[in-house]
């Protein structure tokens, strides 16, 4: 059974563990040649998953800048990077992705490397999420744009945000019906994933996140820094 495949039959996605499990700084000699991070303690391989799991590339796709429209080619990002799947009218998990980005673009910022690492949120609700709308919501989440190492991504219909979420990255959702408790609102269920990628385009960790089991922000901070700097261990 192939990934996508494995996505149908699961319903939603892999319903127990993280596919990136946060414990001990990665190093250099992982046993894979094109990651940094040692391979995470966890009851299943890469292969055995939906989505791109440590030592796995990036889907080869293209998806545009929600303000520019400039195409983003996904593997052809340079730097390390973190990738997450939202939509800006959800009240429940994406908030929660987005605030952990936001709390590591504050680090990266305070800490004097905002250059070296990038954040590339992709929604899967293009329809909803106008770049006006995507405006309002840096605003809203406190994201700083200035910055200059935040790119919400906007793929050009809902029918080319599943080819690219679900087809290529594996990440299954599926629209709701609006409700009252929704203020009238369809939503959507989906799994709520940050892959951290290296500048080869490789994971490094894929840490599956709910608002109740959620990787320590120091934890990820010192991941991001194994990959920084190659895994010798050196400061950011």
């Given at each position: ?185 369809y939503m959507f269920n989906h799994i709520g994933m940050i892959t951290l990628v290296n500048g080869d385009g490789y994971v490094e960790r894929a840490y599956r996140i709910s608002q109740t089991d959620l ?22």
């Amino acid at each position: 059974m192939d990934r996508r495949s494995y996505l149908r039959a699961a319903g939603i996605g892999v319903a127990a563990g993280t596919a990136g499990c946060v414990g001990g700084v990665g190093f250099a000699g992982s046993g894979n040649p094109n990651v940094t991070l040692p391979e995470p303690d966890r009851p299943f391989d890469s292969e055995d998953v939906s989505y791109p799991a440590w030592g796995q590339q990036v889907p080869d796709v293209t998806v545009p800048d929600a303000f520019s429209g400039e195409p983003i080619a996904l593997r052809e990002i340079e730097g390390p990077r973190y990738h997450t799947f939202f939509f800006a009218n959800c009240m429940t998990l994406c908030p929660v992705l987005e605030s952990r980005l936001r709390e590591l673009q504050i680090h990266a910022v305070e800490n004097g490397y905002a250059d070296g690492v990038s954040f590339y949120p992709i929604t899967f609700d293009p329809e909803r999420d106008t770049p006006e709308r995507l405006r309002r919501e840096a605003e809203e989440m406190n994201v700083d744009l200035s910055a200059g190492n935040w790119h919400y991504l906007r793929p050009e219909s809902t029918a080319r945000a599943k080819e690219v979420i679900t087809g290529a990255f594996g990440i299954g959702f599926q629209r709701t019906e609006a409700t009252e408790e929704t203020n009238g609102k369809y939503m959507f269920n989906h799994i709520g994933m940050i892959t951290l990628v290296n500048g080869d385009g490789y994971v490094e960790r894929a840490y599956r996140i709910s608002q109740t089991d959620l990787p320590s922000e120091n934890a990820m901070i010192e991941d991001l820094r194994t990959v920084r700097n190659g895994g010798s261990g050196g400061l950011l």
